[in-house]
């Protein structure tokens, strides 16, 4: 199996920023594609960005275009993401996903492993 656990996560004022890391331990591969997602209280789980294995394909939600980026670190099996201008509606769970699989599309259509969430709250 492959654990994934998210840091980086707290308190920042608008305007702020964050950057998010997930360690990835176990049966990981160079092969995995891997994500970010949120939610918000009441709300849905939404997509937030996306990389593949190699760094050369990424993938972001509209909502967070220009303002956040992901990146990754192969020998390290770990993800990040740079979030910059924060927002108050950014504020919610931050979880990091993981494939099983080596999807040959982008981004990957779904998404087998996942993190336990970092909280990010985003104050005015």
């Known amino acids: 199996q492959v654990q994934l656990v998210e840091s980086g996560g707290g308190l920042v004022q608008a305007g702020g920023s964050l950057r998010l890391s997930c360690a990835a331990s176990?049966?990981?591969?160079?092969?995995?594609?891997m994500g970010w997602f949120r939610q918000a209280p009441g709300k849905e789980r939404e997509f937030v960005a996306a990389i593949s294995w190699s760094a050369g394909s990424t993938y972001y939600a509209d909502s967070v275009k220009g303002r956040f980026t992901i990146s990754r670190d192969n020998a390290k099996n770990t993800v990040y993401l740079q979030m910059n201008s924060l927002k108050p509606e950014d504020t919610a769970v931050y979880y990091c996903a993981a494939t099983g699989t080596a999807w040959k599309t982008f981004p990957p259509p779904k998404y087998d492993y996942w993190g336990q969430g970092t909280q990010v709250t985003v104050s005015s």
């Open positions: 176990g049966r990981t591969f160079s092969s995995y594609a």
